[in-house]
């Protein structure tokens, strides 16, 4: 990867609808050589995929949680379900596995206090789940933001 790469990868986090005209503009690359290097970064797995960034808000969903769960095994099938069912789980915007006292921090979106009481409901039924600990967004000051490509 070259500078070009870099800013057409730059520029498209930034603004995923620019068309290979403007970013070929952007770039001060001819629209040809710019269209194949976004094909060749879209093929290598540099782009994954292009989506449209949603106002919770505005969709009703203005509650978001960040849940901290400790299992009480850590067996492959133990894992392999929990994580299965994160997947199942809509409201669970985001899953990692984490170090420390906990095994995994999960990103929660719902519209309020008694939608996320049925999610910890679900995940209390989950009989690998030990423990659970929430944290309450009160207010974003940083989020979505591009990655630091250098």
Same mark, same amino acid.
């Given at each position: 990867?070259?500078r070009? #790469?870099?800013?057409?990868?730059?520029?498209?986090?930034?603004?995923?609808?620019?068309? @290979?005209?403007?970013?070929? =503009? +952007? @770039?001060?690359?001819?629209?040809? %050589?710019?269209?194949?290097?976004?094909?060749?970064?879209?093929?290598? /797995?540099?782009?994954?995929?292009?989506?449209?960034?949603?106002?919770r808000? $505005?969709?009703?969903?203005?509650?978001?949680?960040?849940? !901290?769960? $400790?299992?009480?095994? !850590?067996?492959?099938?133990?894992?392999?379900?929990?994580?299965?069912?994160? =997947?199942?789980?809509? =409201?669970?915007?985001?899953?990692?596995?984490?170090? /420390?006292?906990?095994?995994?921090?999960?990103?929660?979106?719902?519209? #309020?206090?008694?939608?996320? =009481?049925?999610?910890?409901? $679900?995940?209390?039924?989950? %009989?690998?789940?030990?423990?659970?600990?929430?944290?309450?967004?009160? +207010?974003?000051?940083?989020?979505?933001? %591009?990655? %630091?490509?250098?």
């Amino acid at each position: 990867m070259d500078r070009i #790469d870099l800013q057409i990868l730059d520029l498209l986090q930034r603004e995923g609808r620019l068309t @290979v005209a403007e970013l070929s =503009e +952007r @770039v001060s690359l001819s629209q040809s %050589p710019c269209a194949r290097r976004l094909k060749r970064l879209e093929e290598d /797995g540099l782009i994954s995929g292009y989506r449209a960034v949603l106002d919770r808000k $505005r969709l009703n969903l203005g509650t978001t949680v960040f849940v !901290h769960v $400790r299992l009480m095994h !850590h067996r492959e099938d133990a894992v392999r379900e929990f994580e299965a069912a994160m =997947e199942a789980m809509s =409201e669970v915007v985001a899953c990692h596995v984490v170090s /420390g006292a906990h095994d995994y921090l999960l990103e929660v979106v719902v519209a #309020d206090l008694p939608d996320y =009481e049925l999610i910890v409901r $679900r995940l209390q039924a989950l %009989p690998m789940v030990q423990e659970l600990t929430s944290s309450f967004a009160i +207010r974003s000051v940083k989020s979505g933001a %591009p990655l %630091p490509l250098r």
